[in-house]
């Protein structure tokens, strides 16, 4: 089990940098151990992007440690204790990113990085020293849906989670003041209560974050998928791929954060990426073959379609709630279709015109 210095270090190496291969499986692997650790990752995080670089470098080490006890929710000063590791952290080496001609030219924002990584071992520090002071009164729920079937959850503020299957939530009994922060793996939907004094986040279990303040969105963070991705339906929501990439979202907006290659990028937003959500699907000029492709793909059905010039054909309508039969024979009535069952989840459609 690779001991704190050496988390410490890859922890602000992924803020920084990318990791290599080896290095991100020990970061996962340490992530995916407990709560406790996904919660120091995201102080260190939050202790990263405030000294980084929106701030000019003070050098009163003194003060500078007392700030970020305080920002840590420790005590100004703390009474130091034998065997205290906090001097071999501070003394553990942190691999700097490679030497850039911008760094040469700029030896102020290089003098403000290793001011960074300082922060953030103090910070570190503070926070393995002090671990149960963190987590002693805080009551972990956690929701996971192993069935079929959506799971609706509601969290102690009032705001409405839904769980695709396999998603799990993890949120606490009471959230803190000043943030609503829960930790998803998985797909989901969330309705959040509007609060303006009191943010709401979800994190992954890595270093990404979605922030907003009242808004319904999707997110999806598969950790067994290389990208992770946002969607609004309504409101607006910020997603945080590293301190460095972020992307702010409105409705109808979709972005895409890749974790290997740490780019995001903003994609056509899916008109039915809520269906598993609200049961709702809705078709805007869309191709009949592209239309049928994607009840197939929704619904775990086979559809033979007989007449294939049919697919150029544009539907617009809005399907609330149907089962696949029942929307089919719609589709079929509306384009004078013959349709007909021919076996388990199996479908056929024969003839028809197109209406405009």
């Not at 990263?48 to 929710?73: E, M, N, S, T, Y």
């Not at 393995?128 to 079929?148: H, I, M, R, Y």
Request: negative net charge; hydrophobic residues 45%; glycine residues 6%.
């Amino acid at each position: 089990m690779p001991d704190q210095a050496h988390i410490d270090a890859l922890l602000i190496r992924s803020f920084a940098t990318e990791l290599d291969a080896a290095e991100q499986a020990t970061l996962d692997a340490w992530l995916n151990a407990t709560e406790q650790n996904v919660q120091i990752a995201q102080q260190l995080r939050d202790a990263w992007d405030k000294a980084a670089f929106d701030k000019p470098f003070v050098a009163d080490a003194a003060a500078g440690l007392a700030a970020v006890r305080l920002k840590a929710g420790l005590p100004a000063v703390g009474k130091p204790m034998e065997n205290d590791s906090a001097s071999k952290r501070q003394a553990a080496i942190i691999e700097m990113p490679k030497e850039t001609p911008y760094m040469r030219t700029n030896a102020f924002q290089w003098v403000r990085y290793a001011a960074a990584v300082a922060a953030v071992l103090l910070v570190a520090g503070a926070l393995w020293f002090q671990k149960g002071l963190f987590f002693k009164d805080t009551n972990w729920q956690v929701a996971e849906n192993n069935s079929t079937e959506k799971q609706e959850i509601t969290l102690p503020d009032g705001s409405q989670v839904w769980l695709k299957k396999g998603a799990q939530l993890r949120y606490p009994a009471t959230f803190a003041a000043g943030k609503r922060a829960v930790y998803l793996r998985g797909t989901a939907f969330f309705s959040v209560t509007h609060n303006p004094a009191q943010v709401f986040e979800v994190n992954s279990n890595s270093a990404e974050r979605v922030t907003v303040l009242g808004t319904a969105f999707e997110v999806q963070f598969n950790e067994n998928q290389p990208e992770y991705s946002v969607q609004v339906q309504q409101g607006k929501v910020r997603f945080e791929g590293t301190s460095e990439k972020n992307m702010l979202l409105t409705a109808g907006q979709k972005a895409v954060f890749n974790r290997q290659s740490a780019q995001m990028r903003a994609v056509e937003a899916d008109a039915n990426a809520f269906f598993w959500q609200n049961g709702m699907l809705v078709f805007d000029r869309t191709p009949l073959k592209a239309v049928f492709a994607q009840i197939e793909q929704l619904y775990h059905v086979k559809i033979n379609v007989k007449n294939q010039e049919i697919g150029d054909c544009l539907l617009s309508a809005t399907f609330p709630q149907p089962n696949a039969a029942a929307l089919l024979r719609s589709i079929a009535q509306l384009y004078q279709m013959q349709f007909s069952e021919i076996g388990d989840n199996a479908y056929q459609l024969e003839g028809g015109i197109c209406t405009e």
